[in-house]
């Protein structure tokens, strides 16, 4: 993250103590350093805010902003955590999108409710919500075997078996998704108990707490246990920072790559559930391109494509830096193009940033 | 022609690494139309001498005389537009492209169509065509470089330093993977080569044939050049003298290992590629430490592997304890009580990125799981135990593993295998590139384990290192075991004699 003098400033009350000792100005540039995403997210809502209150309403500081952004970033806090494993790993996970739509469509074609006009299955029993959500997430974890097996099996690089994976998947759900009576409509008339999972909350109000951010949290919480404290975590950073090293360590490669694009299937699938339970609808072109902000939100936060590099928190907050630069550049109305040309600039910045952290440390 | 009749002198040429002196004050003088051999053990500076004349290092002082003229050779570049170019031990070429685009690479010959530049590939193949006529080589220049054999790559890399119109060109062991008649078709090209004035600088470690085609040797040794003589006044008695004839400076500790029972016994082991390891076999000992020894390329390496499960066998048998103990995966073999240290620390050992403790702790984390999860309490202890026993210097657990030194790096790993608890432990060469202070503890911690009744196996490169640690020896010599020595009465001579036994 190219962090200037004012963002510096700025980004100040969260970390960096500025003690008036000898080696100040050292100190505060590791303590930056080592929390550069942080600071550049409170930076970057500063400058929005800042800017908010000069020339708009002055309302960007709110409860409800966070609440928006918290609520519109969950599933994605999901994708990108499945995501996660490829790049930790040295590749990259490009049929997440994909998986995203066909648990969308999966789930939404079996949970609509029973006096809507199109139904998708007009003679489907009521069934328990969970079947439908189960049997979608199940899709996609075996969709992410397949991926974790070609690449463990047959040495194809996670780019391209995922690339492969990206196009067919989406031949799979389209068909689907064009069977009679259904012929490529988009589904809608979701049951209440399902779209209550996406949108309904603990308590009401401002200050309630919306299932999909818990459920977000959850699974980041998951993550961060599966990480830091299962030998399963700890050996995918190793095939990560040294597949040959990790392979003399007696460390089973063969399988962990496999059980890792499975997991990263499983949380694609859920993220897509959650879609179609929070819009109340689904089609084929659900989760399109949320690969590439997965992979966007993972190395800003801090994930490094050559693998073995990256922590859970910092995916969470490489996430939020998306989805406050979306909702804030909106609020104070960027130009939507704008808004896609200062995004691409960040990803290329905070890349070039970490990059050479690790450079100027040889 | 420099006034002295010398074409190329190296003088006085002195260069360090942290915590080694790899050259010490070496002077090389070269004349124009012979050859001239550079001997010496592995690790006695003739790579990183030859490295200094390449630009690949630079010298902390001493300098590069061309022609009478004083050369600053800052890269590659440089070298080979001096004329001086080098042919890898290791090639590195291109092998998915043709012979001709890898002589020419980097020069390609252009033909412009407007003004935009394009390769002329005809005027490449002529080119090609004529270099090859030149030096009796019959290879089509538009065949893939990776459908030919490494012979006849060699003979293209040959070409190559040849088309620089060198006046200098190194080999770095040419013969290492050469046939008997295709070293004899080298060495027509090597004469020819002489004939039109160029010199070559022959590193070899085969004295046969060092005395068959050079004129001169430079023999070194720990750095420093021992000798040059006409190759006519020397024999290859002369020669191992002066390579290994050193007092014994490095210290080693005391012993008090008493090797006991046959645990691993290796029979007739044999690897399926062709220039591998055949027909190994020996046994192993409770508290024994079964020292290595060979050249480089004697597949000392290969075996090791083979033996922790990372490379194929196609017969032979392996006993541990009496049960058949012949490993597919790396997974088994650790399962087993086997332990390997490998070779290549960078490439296969550390994990730069993690920290020391994840790294002394990643080949055992079952051991700390308590209901799925790693009771990090438990780890922190064992890992501290450990880098404490292992005097490892390191600030924390914490402290990344790229920021350690060599010598800590390799105790760290060290430490990881112990962590598991083997019973057979396989060190490939466990004290490259460590600075003495550090091997000396090493030495101690696997005399240690010795004497705990743990078994060793440790390649080494290094003579002393192998007569001052080993209770017995096994030496190597083109993937076959050419004699076992013991390690009390065993000598640098023997060693090298049986190391170089059937080349």
Known sequence: MAVTEKQLKEGKPEGAPLSTGPGTGKRVLRVLSDNAILAALIAIVLLIAAYDMWKGEGTFLSLSTLRNVLIHNSTRVIVAMGAAFAILTAGADLSAGRMVGIAAVLSASMLQAPDYLRLFYPNLPQLPLFLPILAAIAACAAFGFINGWVIAQFGVAPFIATLGSYAAIYGINSKYFNMEPNSSQPIGGLRADFTGLGTGAIGSGLFSLPYIVLIAAAVAVFMWVLMNKTPFGKNVYAIGGNVNAAKVSGINVYWTIIIMYSIAGSLYGLAGVLEAGRTGGATNNYGNMYELDAIASCVVGGVSVTGGIGTIPGIVVGVLIFGVINYGLTFINVDPYWQQIIKGVIIVAAVSFDVRKYVAKK | ?503
């Open chain 2, 1 to 503: 022609m420099s006034p002295n009749g010398f074409l190329l002198e190296m003088r006085n040429v002195s260069k360090e690494f942290p915590g080694v002196r790899a050259l010490d004050d070496v002077t090389l003088q070269v004349r124009s139309g012979t050859v001239h051999a550079l001997m010496g053990e592995n690790g006695a500076g003739k790579s990183t001498l030859m490295k200094c004349l390449f630009g690949l290092y630079w010298p902390d002082s001493g300098e590069i005389v061309l022609e009478g003229k004083p050369v600053k050779i800052t890269e590659p570049k440089v070298a080979l537009g001096h004329g001086i170019s080098m042919i890898h031990q290791e090639l590195h070429p291109i092998p998915h492209r043709s012979v001709m685009e890898n002589i020419w690479l980097g020069r390609f010959p252009l033909r412009k169509i407007g003004p935009l530049p394009f390769v002329d590939h005809r005027a490449m193949y002529r080119a090609t065509e004529a270099l090859f006529k030149d030096l009796g080589i019959s290879i089509d220049p538009a065949t893939r470089l990776g459908n030919l054999s490494v012979s006849k790559i060699q003979s293209v890399e040959i070409a190559k330093a040849v088309s620089y119109s060198s006046k200098v060109i190194v080999m770095d062991e040419p013969t290492s993977s050469l046939t008997e008649n295709e070293v004899d078709h080298l060495f027509r090209i090597i004469r020819d080569l002489k004939g039109r004035g160029v010199a070559i600088i022959y590193i070899s470690h085969k004295m046969e044939e060092i005395l068959k085609i050079s004129d001169e040797v430079t023999i070194m040794r720990d750095g420093k050049r021992v000798t040059t003589s006409p190759a006519s006044e020397l024999t290859e008695d002369l020669i191992i003298r002066h390579m290994v004839g050193r007092d014994l400076t490095h210290r080693f500790p005391e012993r008090h290992n008493e090797p006991g029972e046959v645990v691993l016994k290796v029979e007739g082991l044999t690897s399926p590629a062709a220039k591998s390891f055949r027909n190994v076999s020996f046994e192993l000992r409770r508290g024994e430490i079964l020292g290595i020894g060979g050249l480089v390329g004697a597949q000392r390496t290969e075996l090791v592997e083979a033996l922790f499960g990372m490379r194929a066998v196609t017969a032979g048998t392996v006993k541990l304890r009496g049960e058949d103990a012949l490993v597919e995966t790396p997974a088994r073999a650790k399962k087993l009580g086997m332990a390997l240290l490998t070779e290549d620390r960078r490439g296969s050992g550390i994990f730069p990125a993690l920290s020391v403790l994840e790294n002394s702790l990643i080949a055992d984390l079952r051991r700390y799981v308590h209901f799925m999860l790693i009771d990090d309490r438990a780890r922190r202890a064992a890992g501290s135990r450990m880098v404490e026993r292992l005097r490892v210097k390191t600030p924390s657990l914490a402290t990344l593993m790229r920021d350690l030194s060599g010598g800590n790096q390799q105790k760290v790993l060290l430490a990881r295998w112990l962590l598991t608890e083997p019973d057979i432990l396989l060190l490939d060469e466990p004290t490259r590139g460590i600075d003495v202070g550090a091997k000396f503890e090493i030495y101690t911690i696997i005399t240690e384990l010795a004497k705990q009744g743990k078994s060793i196996v440790m390649i080494s490169s290094e003579m002393p290192e192998l007569l001052g640690m080993s209770d017995r020896i096994m030496v190597m010599c083109e993937g076959r075991v050419s004699g076992f020595l013991e390690g009390k009465s065993a000598s640098q001579e023997e060693i090298m004699r049986l190391a170089a036994q059937f080349m």
